[in-house]
């Protein structure tokens, strides 16, 4: 387990530095099974390099990354967590994701949950606390309905989707 938790390294002046660094930790590494990067202001390039770190890192089976500003898009770009459909989709191992409170919007849940619908291993991702919306609550419910490759558990709270679509899909939550 590597944890790099809480080191603020998002705002750090040596931000690219430091993205290039963690980039090449993860790039091959066969030893590495659980990171947790929370609470390190993560986001644009940094939060890109991560995300294609893990891409080839494909020991991993638990990436927190909670706490971060991975929905923030920046520079006229997408924001960073639209590359984490990839990891999704082509991960054999990933089996826990936390993605809470990263400012993820509808629009980048989208791609969220497209990953989602080819996912072979998670078992559980946490989307608690990002603004999707209903719209984005009902994304994720189609991904995990069109998913054909097992089961896998999300925690929604927090998404500040309305009371009445949350009770349609009462039995989705318990």
Not at 86 to 106: A, H, P, R, V
Request: charged residues 25%; proline residues 2%; aromatic residues 8%.
């Amino acid at each position: 387990m590597v944890d790099l938790s809480g080191n603020n390294i998002g705002k750090s002046t040596f931000a690219n530095e430091a993205a290039e660094a963690i980039y090449e930790f993860l790039v091959g590494n066969r030893d590495i099974d659980i990171i947790k990067l929370n609470w390190n202001n993560i986001r644009g390039h940094m939060g890109e390099r991560i995300i294609d770190g893990l891409l080839q890192c494909l020991s991993v089976r638990e990436v927190h990354l909670n706490n971060n500003l991975l929905g923030v898009a920046y520079d006229d770009k997408q924001p960073p967590i639209c590359k984490m459909a990839e990891l999704l989709t082509n991960s054999k191992g990933l089996e826990y994701l936390d993605l809470s409170f990263n400012f993820i919007e509808q629009k980048s849940i989208f791609c969220i949950s497209h990953g989602l619908k080819f996912t072979k291993s998670l078992k559980n991702i946490i989307v608690e606390g990002n603004p999707i919306g209903p719209g984005g609550l009902r994304f994720l419910v189609q991904a995990m309905n069109q998913n054909n490759s097992g089961a896998f558990n999300i925690n929604m709270k927090e998404i500040e989707a309305d009371k009445d679509l949350k009770k349609s899909y009462k039995d989705v939550f318990d």
